[in-house]
Each structure stands twice: as structure tokens, then as C-alpha cells.
């Protein structure tokens, strides 16, 4: 009985000490890779903004303003490492049901780091755009420092600062990494205005710079990467000769209420994966260390009983 016991407790014991570091390595990598079938909705909303009405010509203020995002993931285009998204956003006015912007982007990206990889026919608004820095998402297992974040208004890969730990607003004791990416002032476009809506003298038309800034804040879940809520305090003027004549969209934008629990909801999958990665293996070391210490001294007192205590 006791030799079966210790063969039993040998085995068990190599097995969890074997199945721990598999668990970590092997197991835990297959959970942190974002889906080859992703699809995700969120909406942003303003209760104050001011944008340009083109359709009558005028600036609105004060109005409710709402941006809606669709990510789809391209499930031909994607493969073991990366995947392909494509992005829409519309931004409404909410009270009129009037849609004064919009864009597309088409982006593939690491499914381990989420960082972006030129390829696919990487593309805004459907001009071929090369990307770089986090696309949408940051790396599972986030890391405590600043970051490069593709900004697809300006084209171009911006740092984005890492700003501590902080509670996400409406979910006590769920936490996430604070980033913070400050977009200065950039001309984005050229714009054929009136003179007379920019308030200049004269008659006709007068080229205006679109000049477009941003304050982007995201708090972002640090085992998934996947960002739980977001700020944009985004602005874009139409300048002349250096001067600002026009306000064509200034607006602070949050991530709704029922987006935020969305998100949450969706980055819950980060405890099966610290389960997985961390929680088991430890348990698995643990408990298998001590299995096979006793299996191997039960063995070695049955080998040294002497031959007549043991008739």
C-alpha cells in the first residue's frame, strides 16, 4: 500500500510541476491574443459642444453631440499574429439628428502588443496611410510607462504618457492605467470659406487652415490592454493668416455610461487569464513540490525498513 501511495504521490507530483510552467507559457499565451472575430461598439458623448453647421451655415452651441465607433474585425485579412480592423465613426448632433463628420480606417495590428503593422492596405478615409504605435489597443500585460498611440487625424504616432493608477468612474474597485496623449495644434487641411462667414472684408472665397488639437485621455485595463474609458477634449478651427476665425468643432467626449459598463464587462476575461498565467501555476508548484517530497520519502523509508520488520 505504501509503495502505491508513494508511486502515486511521485507521479502526481512531477505532473503539477510539469503542467505549471505549460499553464503559464503555453496556456495563458493562447488567452492573450485579441480575437480573430472581434466586433465592439462604443459611443462618446458631449452635453456642451460647438461645432460648424454646414448645412446652415452656422455655428451651433450648446448642443448634445454623440460619436459612434464600429470595430469589425476582417477576418480574411487577419492571421495567427495580426489582425485587421476596420473603424467607423459617425459624430451627430444628438437633438437635430444632423451627422456633420465622419471617418474610416482600416488597420492591422499585432494580436500580442496591439501595436500597428503596415500592411493590409493600411488606410483613413481611404488614403494609403502607413501606422505606427499602439492602433487601438494597448499590449496584454500593460506596462507602466509612456507609449507611442497612432492619432489618425494627424497621421502619425504620438507619445502618450503614462499617468498612474485610478479607479474607473461608476465601477468601485476596478482599476486601470491612466494615459494621458496631448495632440498640439495641427493644420489637418486646407478649406474653401466665405469671407464674409469668417468675418473679412471683401467678397468671395479665402483659403482657411483646418488646424485640429486633441487632450486624449484613456484609462485602460492593465492585464487585457483593452481601454475601459475615454476622454477627448477635441477642438478644430479654420485659421487665416495665423488668426482664428472660425469654430468648426469644440467638444468635451466621454465614453458613455453604458459603454463604460461594456467595456468592463469585456476585460473580465483578464481574471481567467491571470487564473491561468499566475493563480494555477503557483498552485500547481506549490502543491507538487509537496506531493513529491512525501512520495519520495515515502519510497526511500520503505527502501531503508530492514528486511524483518517488513516480514
Known amino acids: 500500500m505504501r509503495r502505491t501511495v508513494a508511486t502515486v504521490g511521485v507521479a502526481f507530483g512531477v505532473f503539477c510541476l510539469v503542467l505549471a510552467p505549460?499553464?503559464?507559457?503555453?496556456?495563458?499565451?493562447?488567452?492573450?491574443?485579441?480575437?480573430?472575430?472581434?466586433?465592439?461598439?462604443?459611443?462618446?458623448?458631449?452635453e456642451d459642444a460647438t461645432y460648424f453647421?454646414?448645412?446652415?451655415?452656422?455655428v451651433i452651441e450648446g448642443a448634445t453631440v454623440?460619436?459612434?465607433?464600429?470595430?469589425?474585425?476582417?477576418?480574411?485579412?487577419?492571421?495567427?499574429?495580426?489582425?485587421?480592423?476596420?473603424?467607423?465613426?459617425?459624430?451627430?448632433?444628438?437633438?437635430?439628428?444632423f451627422a456633420f463628420l465622419s471617418t474610416t480606417r482600416h488597420t492591422a495590428h499585432d494580436r500580442v502588443t496591439?501595436?500597428?503593422?503596415?500592411?493590409?492596405?493600411?488606410?483613413?478615409?481611404?488614403?494609403?496611410?502607413?501606422?505606427s504605435g499602439?492602433?487601438?489597443?494597448?499590449?496584454?500585460l500593460v506596462?507602466?510607462?509612456d507609449y507611442e498611440f497612432f492619432d489618425s487625424t494627424v497621421r502619425e504616432a504620438l507619445p502618450i504618457r503614462f499617468e498612474g493608477v485610478e479607479e474607473v468612474d461608476g465601477h468601485p474597485g476596478v482599476e486601470a492605467y491612466k494615459f494621458v496623449q496631448e495632440v498640439e495644434p495641427t493644420v489637418v487641411e486646407t478649406r474653401e470659406l466665405p469671407r464674409s462667414l469668417l468675418g473679412l472684408d471683401g467678397e468671395g472665397d479665402v483659403t482657411a487652415d483646418i488646424v485640429y488639437s486633441n487632450t486624449r485621455t484613456y484609462w485602460v485595463?492593465?492585464?487585457?490592454?483593452?481601454?475601459?474609458?475615454?476622454?477627448?477634449?477635441?477642438?478644430?478651427?479654420?485659421?487665416?493668416?495665423?488668426?482664428?476665425?472660425?469654430?468648426?468643432?469644440?467638444?468635451?467626449?466621454?465614453?458613455?455610461?453604458?459603454?463604460?459598463?461594456?467595456?468592463?464587462?469585456?476585460?473580465?476575461?483578464?481574471?481567467?487569464?491571470?487564473?491561468?498565467r499566475t493563480t494555477?501555476?503557483?498552485?500547481?508548484?506549490?502543491?507538487?513540490?509537496?506531493?513529491?517530497?512525501?512520495?519520495?520519502?515515502?519510497?526511500?523509508s520503505r527502501t531503508r525498513t530492514p528486511a524483518h520488520a517488513r516480514a
Not at 494555477?280 to 526511500?300: D, E, M, Q, W
Request: proline content about 4%; charged content about 30%.
Open 221 to 276: 485595463d492593465p492585464i487585457t490592454g483593452s481601454p475601459l474609458d475615454l476622454r477627448e477634449e477635441q477642438r478644430r478651427v479654420a485659421v487665416v493668416d495665423g488668426e482664428e476665425r472660425l469654430v468648426m468643432f469644440d467638444a468635451t467626449m466621454d465614453f458613455t455610461d453604458e459603454t463604460v459598463a461594456e467595456r468592463v464587462a469585456a476585460a473580465a476575461d483578464g481574471d481567467k487569464i491571470i487564473l491561468i
Open 134 to 140: 499602439q492602433a487601438f489597443k494597448w499590449p496584454f
Open 66 to 97: 454623440e460619436a459612434h465607433t464600429t470595430f469589425k474585425a476582417d477576418v480574411r485579412a487577419s492571421d495567427d499574429d495580426i489582425v485587421v480592423w476596420d473603424e467607423f465613426r459617425w459624430v451627430k448632433d444628438v437633438d437635430r439628428d
Open 53 to 58: 453647421n454646414v448645412e446652415e451655415m452656422k
Open 22 to 46: 505549460l499553464l503559464r507559457y503555453w496556456v495563458a499565451s493562447a488567452f492573450m491574443k485579441t480575437p480573430l472575430d472581434y466586433y465592439a461598439q462604443t459611443v462618446n458623448r458631449s
Open 280 to 300: 494555477l501555476p503557483i498552485v500547481l508548484l506549490a502543491v507538487g513540490a509537496v506531493v513529491l517530497v512525501i512520495g519520495l520519502a515515502l519510497s526511500l
Open 143 to 145: 506596462e507602466q510607462r
Open 114 to 131: 496591439g501595436e500597428a503593422v503596415d500592411c493590409c492596405g493600411s488606410s483613413v478615409n481611404e488614403e494609403s496611410v502607413p501606422q
